[in-house]
């Protein structure tokens, strides 16, 4: 066999094996990977890189050294995902660097961060003063991550005490101008519903580049033709502007009527739409 | 324009609700988002039944506008 057969052949299984051994290592990032499985990654591109190129070397033992090197960390990764204290060993344990609001200069000394690096490394996260910081750590990855303080964590829904209505979700089912039937199916909805909501948006399916159903039913359509305009939903806004006129409608007979009996009847259901529209009201948005 | 037909209007705005709420209620995915509309559909339909018997009191009261 002339030695550039022998060249290819061995290339093309190194090639399969290698991809079939990153499958199976897993699929953390690159910049996830701790040192160990950094190394055992080069080394085993090295040793593909060598049988590959050369026939000096036996393809067996290629081959074998590949194997130890895919075992090992396999197992070892086993082991980690099973035991916590091996993986504290393995993969190293976060350090605390900031607590109470207070630097641990005995930590950052330990992880070899200097004064500068800690600066830097908040700076990346956006926090230019330290006495902003509640609690940060320094991640086995090297990153550090940190809780600010309340007063200057960002403002969410909860802290205002605001009521958002849930939401799931979206799916998208329609895609360059084709209908996904697996979404559209996991809404609990099909094809004729699809083509309905489109032609009361006056568009046909071919012209729709993308087009998503979110978890109130709502269908959002994006054109390949964008100087067409879509029509915005209204169902909900106009609903909720109905609830209003009832509501002002049933205020207005209440004052208008002399019937003492009705004029109870009216307020009444005046109050009973106003706590409708307040419940309703985040929902509708 | 008399109070009977302007309360005619409300009530049919009010079956016009009811009806967009059980179409929302159907169409939604997320069950606390269902459980909402169909509450607020009931207190609609509460609202509803009071107001029926007003239009008929006061089509009883206005019989010269009856066709």
């Keep these: 066999m002339p030695e550039w057969t022998t060249i290819l052949l061995r290339s093309f299984s190194l090639v399969i094996v290698l991809f079939f051994i990153t499958k199976w290592l897993g699929k953390k990032q690159i910049s996830q990977l701790s040192i160990f499985e950094y190394i055992s990654g080069i080394v085993l591109g090295g040793i593909v890189a060598i049988h590959s190129s050369t026939t000096e070397y036996p393809f067996m033992y290629g081959l074998l050294a590949m194997l130890v090197w895919f075992i090992i960390p396999f197992i070892v990764e086993l082991i980690s995902l099973k ?52 609690f940060a750590v320094i991640e086995p990855s090297g990153s550090i991550s940190v809780l600010p303080k309340r007063e200057n964590q960002p403002l969410t829904a909860k802290d205002i005490g605001l009521k958002l209505a849930p939401t799931k979700e979206p799916e998208t089912v329609i895609m360059d101008g084709k209908v996904l039937l697996e ?48 029509p915005v939903p209204t169902q909900k806004p106009l609903l909720l502007a109905t609830m209003k006129k009832v509501q002002a409608d049933l205020e207005l007979f209440a004052l208008q009527t002399n019937n003492s009996q009705s004029k109870e009847m009216y307020q009444r259901n005046s109050k009973k739409m106003q706590t409708a529209i307040e419940r309703i009201q985040p929902f509708l948005k | 324009m008399t109070v009977g037909s302007d309360v005619k209007t409300c009530f049919a705005s009010i079956k016009s609700i009811e009806a967009t709420l059980t179409g929302l209620a159907v169409q939604t995915t997320e069950n606390e988002t269902r459980k909402l509309f169909e509450s607020v559909n009931q207190i609609i339909k509460e609202i509803k039944v009071d107001l029926d018997k007003q239009v008929i009191m006061l089509s009883n009261e206005e019989p010269q506008y009856k066709q």
Excluded: C, H
């Excluded at chain 1, 207070?102 to 992880?111: C, G, S, Y």
């Excluded at chain 1, 399916?205 to 879509?230: A, P």
């Design chain 1, 83 to 134: 035991s916590k204290s091996f993986r504290n060993f393995t993969q190293g344990k976060s350090t605390v660097v900031i607590q109470n609001g207070k630097i641990m200069e005995d930590n950052l000394k330990k992880e070899g961060y200097s004064s500068d690096d800690l600066l830097e490394n908040l700076r990346e996260k956006n926090i230019f003063k330290v006495a902003d910081v509640e």
């Design chain 1, 183 to 230: 979404p559209l199916a996991n809404l609990s909805l099909n094809t004729n519903w699809l083509e309905t909501e489109l032609e009361k948006q006056n568009v046909s399916i071919e012209n729709v580049f993308l087009g998503q159903v979110d978890s109130n039913g709502q269908l959002t359509i994006d054109l390949y033709d964008d100087k067409i305009t879509v």
